[in-house]
Structure formats: structure tokens, C-alpha cells
């Protein structure tokens, strides 16, 4: 399966202004190969599916007791949402346009529909199974329709996330260096109470770029159906390891879609905390210390560079 983005150099774009693309690093391919038995698309306009990760993980235990991401406010800082796509229903919010302030944050680029399934999908009998289908998601759109964006961008939108008391943000992009003014930013995020999670990227087993090398920032790595992880993908500051590969979710063509990408694996341990976020129990340990519970060790024994401390299950 061949994701629909390519990657791209820091050096094609404005320096002074700082601007970045959701397609570096993290929007690049994984090659993997797949035993994952899935369903033709078309099957989907009349049927619903549950996603290998899903099943992986072992969402429906924590479905069948009650956990569906109830009142839990999510934030997917992307390119926007396709607000008609059957798959969603009240629980998408207006959200916020960083780039337009004045207008929706639509996805004119495709990629914020792609998370928002993930984690959104409703359980209505068609399409997929969302992780967190009673949890409120609020597009928040810094990229534009070319899949780029501006520091500056991505740092209003982090304050409108503060101003508006939302629980969790998803970024699924990565720049390759460090930047100060979003850094800030992001600490004053999680010095409200803001859980951050964004994907590596795919750097060739180097770095996992910003946001998601910041000490605050949880970062997430994608693997396979057989728990592998490509040889391209990040080796360092790696917190957890989550479903990347031929993952079916929807699209901005109000249908749905194959993907595969670092960006892919952010959405699957953000809907998970959506999840626990409702047991108050998990609350009172602290996210991180509550998904090393969850989490099962691959790679090196403990905590690698690769796996982070390993492939999160609700068991």
C-alpha cells in the first residue's frame, strides 16, 4: 500500500519564516509487508470494519466496560476536517482555523480527516470503528491545502487549545530542529494539564524530530501487525509504539482509505488516553506512568530507543 504523501527538505522552504510541512519525516512511507486480511473499500459504504489495531490493542475490552472517550475535549492540530463525512457526527466540534481565523478549519489537504477517523470514527454500522467515538474532537487547522505550515501557526493554535480547556492534542508532523517559540509554547500546554502526543519521524534511525523529541511531548513510533517497525523510522526518544501500517480510516473525499505513515501511529495512543482519561484512577497516576502499564515490551528488555516502552494493550 502506497501512502498518498511524499517527503520533503527543509531547505525547499522559507527559513526567516519558518515555514515547516506535516509531509517531513513523518508523512513518509513505511515498507512493510502485511498478512492484515482487509476488506475492499467499497464494502465499507455498507459494512463496518475494526481496524487490526484496534483488535491488536484490544480496544473492545475497554469499549465493553464503558470507556468511549466520554467528555473528553481531543485537539488534532492538522490540516483540518471534512466536516460531512458520514463517519462523524456531533462529536466534531468548529474547532479553530489558525491559518483563516475567520473561517472553519476544512481539510483542503486530506490529512486531518485520515487522524480524526482513527480516533473519532462513530460506531453507526458502516465504514470503521473510531477508538474514542464518544470523545469531542476540535479540528484545529495549521497546515494548508499544500500540507504546509508556519511556527507561528501551529503556536496560536496550541493557545487556542489552552483558552478552550481541551484534554489531548494530536500532532502528526514533525519539523527536524528545535524551535523556540514553539517549545514554549508546548510547556505551557503541560503546565495546564494538556496531554501532548505527536508522531516521529521517519528519519532513517536518526532523531525523532519536533515536537515530539520534547521531554513533555509523547512520542509515538508506528509498527506493523506483527510488531515490527521499518528500518527508516527514528531510533531515539521513542515513548511508545502503536499501529502504522495498513491502517483503514476516512478521507476527504467522504470515503475511506489505506494508509500507512509515522504520522498514522499519534492517533492510535491519543484516542487510548481518551479512554483511560474516563477511569479516575488512571488520572490520579498520571497518563505516562498509566500507559507503561499498558504497554508491552519489545525490542531490547525496558525501555529502547526503538519500541519506547512498547506496544500499549488494554489488557
Request: with cysteine; charged share 20%; aromatic share 8%.
Amino acid at each position: 500500500m502506497v501512502v498518498r504523501f511524499k517527503s520533503r527538505s527543509l531547505k525547499s522552504l522559507i527559513p526567516l519564516v519558518l515555514l515547516f510541512s506535516a509531509l517531513i519525516s513523518a508523512l513518509a512511507l513505511l515498507f512493510f509487508k502485511s498478512n492484515v486480511s482487509m476488506p475492499p473499500l467499497e464494502k465499507l459504504q455498507t459494512q463496518e470494519y475494526t481496524s487490526w489495531g484496534i483488535e491488536k490493542m484490544k480496544i473492545r475490552k475497554a469499549w465493553s466496560e464503558g470507556l468511549m472517550g466520554a467528555n473528553i475535549k481531543i485537539a488534532i492540530l492538522d490540516s483540518g476536517i471534512m466536516y460531512d463525512h458520514p463517519e462523524f457526527s456531533s462529536n466534531i466540534k468548529p474547532g479553530f482555523n489558525a491559518i483563516e481565523p475567520d473561517r472553519l478549519p476544512n481539510d483542503d489537504y486530506g490529512h486531518g480527516t485520515l487522524m480524526s477517523g482513527i480516533i473519532g470514527a462513530q460506531h453507526n454500522h458502516i465504514g470503521i470503528k473510531g477508538l474514542a467515538p464518544s470523545a469531542e474532537i476540535y479540528p484545529v487547522k495549521v497546515l494548508d491545502k499544500f500540507g504546509e505550515g508556519r511556527i507561528t501557526d501551529v503556536v496560536n493554535g496550541i493557545s487556542w487549545c489552552i483558552d478552550h480547556d481541551i484534554d489531548i492534542m494530536n500532532m502528526s508532523f514533525a519539523i527536524d530542529h528545535s524551535n523556540a517559540e514553539l517549545e514554549s509554547m508546548i510547556k505551557k500546554a503541560v503546565s495546564k494539564g494538556i496531554i501532548i502526543v505527536a508522531s516521529v519521524s521517519n528519519s532513517n534511525g536518526g532523531t525523532a524530530g519536533y515536537p515530539a523529541s520534547y521531554d513533555e511531548v509523547l512520542s509515538v513510533t508506528p509498527v506493523n501487525e506483527s510488531l515490527r517497525i521499518g528500518k527508516t523510522a527514528a531510533r531515539a526518544h521513542v515513548d511508545f509504539s502503536a499501529p502504522g501500517v495498513n491502517v483503514v480510516t476516512t478521507n476527504s473525499n467522504g470515503e475511506y482509505e489505506y494508509v500507512s505513515g509515522t504520522s498514522i501511529s499519534a492517533p492510535y495512543i491519543t484516542g487510548f488516553i481518551a479512554l483511560i482519561l474516563q477511569d479516575i484512577r488512571e488520572r490520579d497516576l498520571g497518563v505516562t506512568e498509566a500507559l507503561k502499564r499498558y504497554a508491552r515490551d519489545l525490542g531490547a528488555q525496558g525501555k529502547d530507543d526503538v519500541f519506547g516502552n512498547g506496544f500499549v494493550i488494554y489488557e
